[in-house]
T-cell receptor, first 114, second 113 residues
Framework: SQTIHQWPATLVQPVGSPLSLECTVE??????LYWYRQAAGRGLQLLFY??????ISSEVPQNLSASRPQDRQFILSSKKLLLSDSGFYLC?????????????FGSGTRLTVV | DAKTTQPNSMESNEEEPVHLPCNHS???????IHWYRQLPSQGPEYVIH???SNVNNRMASLAIAEDRKSSTLILHRATLRDAAVYYC??????????????FGDGTTLTVKP
């Protein structure tokens, strides 16, 4: 069966520090991968979308970047965190066949920038 | 991206049916209607999805209007564990952006014992 791992679960970082969040998927190949961010009490905002290794689509201009160095690995990074980067970050995967499959989300990382 | 509109909140009594509405008047012919639910501090969980016909699974039923401009998620007997935020989203079915979605703020379902 397919599983998605996301870590760490919580993170407190000072303003101006770097960030690296990692997400890996097991049990499937060539998935679509996504990074979402959720502000408190709000819906999910799509940050990045990837259909393959090295292929990243950025949805909103921001202080963050994403990379996909391997088929089932998706990394969210920042060189210098801002207070506004605080939030709940969710990684998700889906099969390429939208008709039969939905998203599977990771358990999320709660990032607090202080 | 096509967007969805949901009520901010709804209440239900335990063991009663719940009908959660969603409007998506700008849906395109290749958009799939998906429903997810999210418990506090967890990632959203897939519930059900469909294209044109009504769908049933072990968790819920999805009723899709004939013109596809609205849909309703039906929980047949609400339990306390169904209390969550429910998201109705549209997923692009084809093309280079296939699979992308925009999540709104969802409906917060409260289930009263």
């Amino acid at each position: 069966s397919q599983t998605i791992h996301q870590w760490p679960a919580t993170l407190v970082q000072p303003v101006g520090s770097p960030l690296s969040l990692e997400c890996t998927v097991e049990g499937t190949s060539n998935p679509n991968l996504y990074w979402y961010r959720q502000a408190a009490g709000r819906g999910l905002q799509l940050l990045f979308y990837s259909v393959g290794i090295g292929q990243i689509s950025s949805e909103v201009p921001q202080n963050l970047s994403a990379s996909r160095p391997q088929d089932r690995q998706f990394i969210l990074s920042s060189k210098k965190l801002l207070l506004s980067d605080s939030g709940f970050y969710l990684c998700a995967w889906s099969a390429k066949t939208v008709a039969n499959y939905g998203y599977t989300f990771g358990s999320g990382t709660r990032l607090t920038v202080v | 991206d096509a967007k969805t509109t949901q009520p901010n909140s709804m209440e239900s009594n335990e063991e009663e049916p719940v009908h959660l509405p969603c409007n998506h008047s700008t849906i395109s012919g290749t958009d799939y209607i998906h429903w997810y639910r999210q418990l506090p501090s967890q990632g959203p969980e897939y519930v059900i999805h469909g294209l044109t016909s009504n769908v049933n699974n072990r968790m819920a039923s999805l009723a899709i209007a004939e013109d596809r401009k609205s849909s309703t998620l039906i929980l047949h007997r609400a339990t306390l564990r169904d209390a969550a935020v429910y998201y109705c989203i549209l997923r692009l079915g084809w093309g280079t952006n296939a699979g992308k979605s925009t999540f709104g703020d969802g409906t917060t379902l409260t289930v009263k014992p």
